[in-house]
């Protein structure tokens, strides 16, 4: 189980983060939906040590550290256990395709070479990459670095997955293929927090809903509950907003 | 002045001029090695912003782009050993002439490369690092495995000119009586009254210095390409 608890962030005088928290279950898929500027990147970096949140606390496991003030032995075990999709994919420029994948096994947690390869060479052909195996990021598309990225995050064996928007970079055809990717991640049980515009995905496949706004969390349910009763004047409002009057009430 | 250049003359001067090539080669050597060790230190250092010693440094890059190497070696010949002998009491006036040259050319070599370092470094994206920590990596090793690649393919292009220009400075030292290659020509042509065959050689030598770094770096380049199609330069 994975536990967010109070967190804290101002970049100067502007307050991001308001006091969020947020649980995770094993085998969770919890989607975090709200407007632009609502801190839902902000929160996901924070969980991953890449902003340092002014206070709250992260529970992985059985480990319990501060946001704030972990020491960098900390940061490396919860980074360790967790793995991140950026937006942007943020592959390794000067690695190949299957170099990307291999870093972290290699590297970080000292797997033997020729096990992170043939782990590697796995996800590549879980993701539809195998024939890319040896490409640098430069030679691929958005949609194929992204297949990399998520296939880098899969290969880790974490705790979870931190997804960020890892579909609005994308032009607009490649979205629903790389979406159906990340389905496949949720269906093998990986626990995954996916920040996210797409609202057809998050019905599909959330097991719990988490709606964001103005640095807090306004409204928590399954999607059922969050798109068709959602109980909160806000959350109402964003999803008029985002989703067309005729699909909303099918 | 029919007999500008002879073919003959100009055999005659290259043995006398080819052991001085080392004398070139050993001050660039010296520079490009100890200076790029410098080099780095100075652009990791600037990096990190520590209060002080980036004011220091950023004197010292200054004063050392900003004035010629010429006066950068007098003042290092003449001026170090009254300041060392004053302050410290260490006597460096019998030091070989060679070692103040080295040393001219090591700081100022450091000055340089510390801001081609300094800037190729800080050009890599920050999403690099980024994703470096994602995956689990340290810092130390995000910086060794994914940062420092991609800064010295940035950096490659100015490091071939920088390493040919420093050739064409050797020739200062000739001011302190030590002999390079350029100052041997100098004197061939004094004591011979002729001085284009000795400087012709000179040429050569620089042309044939030239084509070898840039295919060296020729051959970098296409390595750090990383995919992406290098810039022709
Ligand atoms: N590095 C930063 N420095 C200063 N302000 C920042 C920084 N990062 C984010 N912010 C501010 O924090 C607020 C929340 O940003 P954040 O990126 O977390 O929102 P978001 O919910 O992910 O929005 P979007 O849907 O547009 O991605 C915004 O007002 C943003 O301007
Ligand atoms: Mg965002």
Redesign the pocket.
Known sequence: MIEVKNVRKS??K?E?LKDVSLTVDKGDVVVIL??????????LRCMNFL?KADEGKLVIGEQEVDLHSASGKEKLQIRRKTAFVFQNYGLFQNKTAIQNITEGLITARKVPKTEAVKKAEEVLEWVGMSDKRDYYPAKLSGGQQQRIGIARAVALDPDVILFD?PTSALDPELVGEILDVIKNVAQRGITMVV?T?EMSFAQEVASKVVF?DGGVVVETGTPNQIFYHPKEERTKKFLERIIPQDQYYI | MNDVFSIERFLGVIPKLIPYIGISIKIVLYGLVVGSILGIIVAVLRIKRIPVINQILSVYISFMRGTSMLVQLMLIYYGLPVFLKSLFGIDINSWDKMLFVYMTFILNEGAFLGELFRAAIESVPVDQTEAGYSVGLTGPQTFIHIVLPQAVKTAIPGYGVDIIGMFHNTSIAFTLGVVDLVGRAKTLGTASGHELEAYAFVALIYIVISILLRLLFYVLDKKYSFGREGVKS
């Open positions: 970049f100067g502007n991001v709200g407007p632009s500027g609502s801190g839902k990147t902000t929160l902003e928007e920040v515009h964001m």
